[in-house]
């Protein structure tokens, strides 16, 4: 079983639309939680942190389920600007970063 | 904002050749790793360091590859005997600590291309 699984893409909306995404991990002792945005050839960015209590940064929402181990990324009123692709990276003890696949979303006009 | 730098952005090399990556990560940073992707694929961890010694390395890492720290600041992958599949973008990424919390800081990566 993958350490980090993540829902395969791409996803495709149009402009405005809300889309979800979702990831599972396999350690429970897995002890920060991160969701990543990267553009074609570049290297990945800190899209937000996620909390057991869930965060909002603007139109960005992440949750932790713990009970679950259950990420999940919220885009609300998508914009063509968020296309890309958007990657769950859980740490683990002993500082190790597991990273899933990756989710392509494609904002359409 | 302090961050993580990689140098060359792309290189191109024979097969065979020798390759060296350098990274300067983030100053007060403890924990230094190499990520590698091939177009296309997902992240693929090669190594973390810490403490001046490697902590932990993945299957890919093997012979063929090692890392140091020179001097303090520099943090270097280096890539012997080429191989074609070697060709991907690699990630140096470092993070300030321990335990929980503490995300990764990506510098932007070097192309290394292999004909």
């Known amino acids: 079983r993958k350490e980090v699984e993540q829902d395969p893409g791409p996803f495709n909306v149009p402009e405005g639309a809300t889309v979800a995404f979702n990831c599972t991990y396999s350690n429970s002792a897995s002890q920060s939680f991160f969701w990543y945005r990267q553009d074609c050839r570049k290297e990945p960015k800190l899209l937000m942190s996620?909390?057991?209590s869930g965060n909002e940064d603007g139109r960005f929402t992440a949750q932790l389920n713990r009970a679950s181990q259950y990420i999940s990324l919220l885009i609300r009123d998508s914009k063509l600007s968020d296309s890309a692709t958007y990657l769950c990276v859980v740490k683990s003890p002993f500082n190790k970063f597991y990273f899933g696949s990756g989710t392509k979303l494609n904002v359409k006009p | 904002e302090p961050e993580v730098t990689q140098t060359p952005s792309h290189q191109v090399t024979q097969m065979g050749q020798e390759v060296i990556l350098r990274c300067v990560p983030i100053?007060?940073?403890?924990?230094f790793y190499w990520y590698r992707q091939i177009l296309g694929q997902k992240v693929e961890f090669l190594v973390s360091?810490?403490?001046?010694?490697?902590?932990?390395k993945s299957e890919i890492f093997d012979d063929q590859f090692s890392v140091e720290r020179p001097d303090g600041s520099n943090f270097t992958l280096k890539i012997r005997s080429t191989k074609l599949e070697d060709s991907a973008m690699y990630f140096c990424?470092?993070?300030?600590?321990?335990?929980?919390?503490?995300?990764?800081?990506f510098g932007e990566g070097s192309r290394l291309t292999v004909l």
């Open positions: 100053s007060n940073h403890l924990y």
């Open positions: 360091f810490y403490n001046n010694e490697i902590s932990e």
């Open positions: 996620v909390y057991s």
């Open positions: 990424a470092s993070t300030p600590s321990g335990g929980a919390g503490g995300e990764l800081f």
